[in-house]
């Protein structure tokens, strides 16, 4: 929303700068983005003048040498080359010395031999408007030598605001002017639309009829005797620097009326009404409208229209048709103000990708009772600017008329909200300026709040009437208070807890975080060979792109890691912690552990991470690829972060390097997820060149093994007794199966270590030997070789078992 500062000060002056009146606004919930200055720089050299003679210049037909008084004490001799320059004309001046809007500096010139000491304005020259046919006639209210800005606001500072979706009402000048009003305290202007034209004789026949359903109010005045022209220079003045094209006398007053009320409305040619009849209904399917910005539109079934007798006039609350549009010979305007159900406009813009000034404050929610309000103050600039009649007979349908609502409002509850107490005169004071009504309620304590019909659509309850009084009091003067409870409040649970430890573990690690759309394709899962997955598709996608729910998160790593290669960093550790979404089972529970009930989705929440570099190189290293081993380390070193001790045993993913991918069990055999490789030609489906290593694992399953906090165990002060043992078995036996095995032969086994693997000629072919470094250790005694010789003898058994054997 643009405000010209000028126009606001006309409502409301707080004797504030534009800077200050913004940063007032902004503290109070009205966001200023930027404060622009529009027309030209310095105002100093802009006068008014008056032509005291304009004669054909002796060397050109097309100009004329005029002397001008500008108040200086001599006849200034300007040369002109616009065709309705005259003599007693008032005019604006602008003197040698001037910077103009596109900051060019005027200087006196010679023009086909006559020299010229400034220039006769036009108003595109000031920033005024759009016009260049003609120089600009001001009323002769002025002396020559007046400042030009005194006439005429050739210069303004706009304040451009995000209005929120809540305060339709902020999207008028006049609605800012009710907020400096309260946050300043500074004396408001009347409503301008208080006050009505008064209706001429004469009568009209027009009918209407309406749709309730997407319409809430339309009414129409009709006027007579319509002069279209050129709006005042004081109006372009003003729709310019709020970002509007001036283009007739009628168009700019809608245009004006919606700026300073915010309500919009549309003028129709009456006479080319055909019938004498507007209908408001949905439009059928695939019916066409032509704009007015000439584009053939094709409408759905949910879509307003207007139509007249005989097919669709207007786009209901987004743009009007061309069927019915002012002209320059319209003589009868139909000034129509209407309610419009704001989802449905909304709707409407986003299916056409057609957006308006109208449409951007109709899908806010407006009140009915602004459509009357505008309609006022539209009727007596069309008699002022137009010289129009007023007819009698105002169209009102309003099928279902809206009561004023009243809030109680509990006093203490102010305090116990805000953390503050605001004494009651001033609760009523801000309330009053605000426009509420606050009067005593039924009981101690209460007032009874009467909400502005302007303010109807976001004030719904009490804590809605807290907040506008702790914003306009001042939200910085509220004391900083914890909220007061029995019990702590904000601790983590348990499962939070968990999460954050493994998320640190992985950053400690040197892994970054990122966070991806909850959204992919089924392209993407074609890609990882997924195709046969059941996947969560979503009703109303934004592209095909993000058109189901994601099954898993390495799709969105692997676009990071991606993204990051195509800007020359392909060296990435990159990790994430969200929801993943499956078609939900019968037997498939919530992360608490209560049964999924009707939801489609089982919805867990899973970390993942890609590696495409196991460490970085440094002056003395190369770096080191990343490999299976690398994100196995990496996994077995997050979950250990939480007393998790996990295994692998070999499992295949379609999207992994076959014979380098493991699945991941823990607890009780159960699955927590896999890891691995990725197979090469998925990788350089993501253009990524080099190996990419990385793992996913269930983390609500995690949190239901994890043992939870650590109990403390004495350090024993026996001393261990280390031994290394080399254990011979078939190559395709796992590591994890032969040290699972020495464990469970001696509860003396303290420790297992694997730190060597060995294939040769004299563990036979297909055999490979592990070697293993074993702490026996007792917390009762100091053991001796005799002990140790009986617990190898156990370990060799167990060994057994599996086709072991000891290696001497």
């Not at 616009?82 to 005019?91: C, K, M, Y």
């Not at 109208?358 to 008699?383: N, Y």
């Not at 699972?740 to 693997?757: N, P, Q, T």
Request: proline share 7%.
């Amino acid at each position: 929303m643009r405000v010209p500062v000028s126009w606001l000060r006309e409502y409301c002056d707080p004797r504030l700068s534009a800077q200050e009146i913004g940063v007032r606004l902004n503290d109070s919930g009205t966001e200023l983005e930027r404060i622009e200055s529009v027309g030209v720089g310095a105002v100093d050299d802009f006068v008014v003048g008056r032509v005291l003679a304009a004669e054909q210049h002796p060397n050109a037909d097309r100009l004329r040498v005029c002397q001008v008084d500008d108040g200086s004490g001599e006849t200034r001799t300007i040369v002109c080359g616009a065709p309705n320059v005259a003599a007693g004309q008032t005019v604006a001046v602008a003197r040698p010395g001037a910077v103009m809007p596109d900051g060019s500096k005027l200087g006196k010139a010679k023009l086909r031999g006559v020299e010229s000491s400034g220039m006769i304005l036009a108003e595109d020259e000031v920033g005024v408007g759009e016009d260049h046919a003609g120089i600009m006639v001001l009323e002769n209210g002025h002396e020559p030598g007046t400042p030009l800005l005194d006439a005429l606001q050739i210069r303004d500072d706009v304040l451009d605001l995000a209005i929120s979706p809540n305060r339709p009402d902020c999207l008028a000048v006049y609605g800012i002017a009710r907020e400096v009003h309260a946050l300043t305290e500074v004396p408001l202007a009347p409503d301008p639309t208080d006050s009505d034209a008064e209706p001429a004789a004469g009568s009209h026949d027009l009918q209407v009829d309406i749709d309730p359903e997407i319409c809430l109010r339309f009414t129409v005045r009709v006027f007579e005797d319509v002069k279209i022209g050129p709006s005042p220079l004081w109006l372009k003045a003003r729709l310019t620097a709020a970002g509007q094209r001036p283009i007739s006398n009628v168009v700019d007053i809608t245009n004006y009326v919606m700026l300073l009320t915010g309500q919009p409305l549309h003028a129709f040619d009456y006479d080319r009404v055909r019938g004498g009849r507007l209908r408001v209904h949905r439009a059928e399917p695939g019916q066409k409208l032509v704009t007015l910005d000439d584009v053939e539109r094709t409408l759905s079934g949910d879509m307003a229209l207007i139509s007249d007798a005989e097919g669709p006039t207007s786009l209901a609350g987004v743009m009007g048709g061309q069927v019915s549009e002012v002209s320059g010979d319209t003589a009868r305007v139909a000034m129509e103000a209407a309610t419009w159900v704001g989802p449905n406009i909304s709707r409407t813009m986003s299916t056409l990708g057609l957006r308006s000034e109208a449409g951007a404050r109709f899908e806010k929610q407006l009140h009915p009772a602004l459509a009357m309000a505008a309609q006022r103050l539209a009727a007596r600039l069309m008699v002022d600017l137009c010289g129009a009649r007023l007819v009698a007979g105002t169209v009102d349908v309003y099928p279902r008329p809206l009561e004023p609502r009243t809030v109680k409002l509990r006093v203490p509850r102010v305090e116990k909200l805000l953390g503050a107490a605001i004494p009651v005169p001033e609760i009523e004071a801000i309330l009053q300026r605000l426009g509420f009504g606050a009067t005593p309620g039924d009981s101690p304590g209460v007032l009874d709040v009467l909400v502005p019909y302007w303010r109807d659509g976001d004030i719904q309850r009490e804590a809605d009437v807290i907040e506008e009084v702790g914003r306009i009091h001042g939200l910085d003067k509220l004391p900083i208070t914890l909220p007061a409870r029995r019990h702590a409040i904000g601790r983590l649970t348990e499962r939070q807890r968990l999460r954050r430890r493994v998320e640190d573990a992985l950053r400690d690690r040197g892994t970054s975080e990122v966070v991806a759309y909850s959204f992919t394709s089924q392209a993407t899962l074609d890609r990882l060979r997924l195709g046969d997955v059941p996947l969560l598709h979503i009703a109303n996608p934004l592209s095909e792109d993000q058109s189901v729910m994601r099954p898993l998160l390495l799709p969105g790593l692997l676009d990071a890691a991606r993204h990051n290669a195509a800007h020359g960093r392909p060296a990435v550790r990159l990790f994430e912690s969200a929801h993943v979404y499956r078609v939900a089972g019968p037997l498939d529970k919530a992360p608490d552990g209560s049964p999924q009930g009707q939801t489609p989705a089982r919805e867990r929440h899973h970390l993942a991470a890609v590696l495409t570099e196991a460490l970085p190189g440094t002056w003395r290293s190369d770096p080191r690829p990343a490999d299976f081993y690398a994100a196995k380390a990496l996994l077995e070193a997050t979950i250990g972060s939480v007393g998790v001790e996990a295994w692998f045993e070999p499992g295949e993913r379609p999207f992994l390097h076959p014979g380098r991918t493991a699945t991941v069990l823990a607890g009780d055999e159960r699955k927590l997820g896999w890891v691995g490789e990725l197979h090469p030609s998925v990788a350089r489906e993501w253009d990524l060149d080099r190996a990419v290593a990385a793992f996913e694992i269930d983390l609500d399953l995690l949190a239901e093994i994890a043992p939870g906090p650590g109990h403390y165990s004495d350090v024993t002060t026996f001393p261990p007794v280390v031994q290394d043992i080399a254990v011979v078995v078939a190559e395709d036996v796992p590591a994890a199966d032969v040290v699972d095995a020495v464990r469970s032969a001696s509860r003396l086994v303290d420790a297992v270590e694997l730190f060597d693997v060995y294939h040769g000629q004299q563990v036979g072919d297909g055999n490979k030997s592990l070697a293993l470094r074993l702490e026996f250790r007792s917390p009762e005694r100091t053991l001796t070789d005799e002990d140790v010789t009986a617990e190898r003898t156990k370990i060799e058994g167990v060994l057994s078992e599996i086709g072991g054997r000891l290696r001497a």
